[in-house]
């Protein structure tokens, strides 16, 4: 089993940045490396959507909504994945949740592609 734990979030106002983490355990370093990560948000009364991920091969993918202004990375060594956010607006509003991929070779956008999953952590932004 692994377990994701997000932290980061918070209040900030338009054209903030902030950066989340997500910190895996429960599979050592090596099999961590593997795994495809992601992030995901939800806004209320919305659907959870993809926000990015990274693969074993450090390739990204990102959702158009957030190109050029978010960032993922990840550090194999601490089994943890980061999400930096810039520029942020109030449509950015949302829990944001990490999620880990299991299967090899993956970089999927879909939640039900995703075998692990953290609480999520609150991100509000004012305008």
């Known amino acids: 089993q692994v377990q994701l734990i997000e932290s980061g979030g918070g209040l900030v106002q338009a054209g903030d940045s902030l950066s989340l983490s997500c910190a895996a355990s429960g599979r050592s370093g090596r099999t961590f490396s593997r795994f495809a990560m992601g992030w995901f948000r939800q806004a209320p009364g919305k659907e959870r959507e993809f926000v990015a991920a990274i693969g074993w091969s450090y390739r990204t993918n990102y959702a158009e909504s957030v190109k050029g202004r978010f960032t993922i990375s990840r550090d194999n060594a601490k089994s943890t994945v980061y999400l930096q956010m810039s520029s942020l607006k109030p449509e950015d509003t949302a829990v944001y949740y990490c999620?880990?991929?299991?299967?090899?070779?993956?970089?999927?956008?879909?939640?039900?592609?995703?075998?692990?999953w953290g609480q999520g952590t609150q991100v509000t932004v004012s305008s």
């Open positions: 999620a880990a991929d299991s299967s090899f070779g993956g970089l999927p956008v879909v939640p039900g592609d995703y075998d692990y």
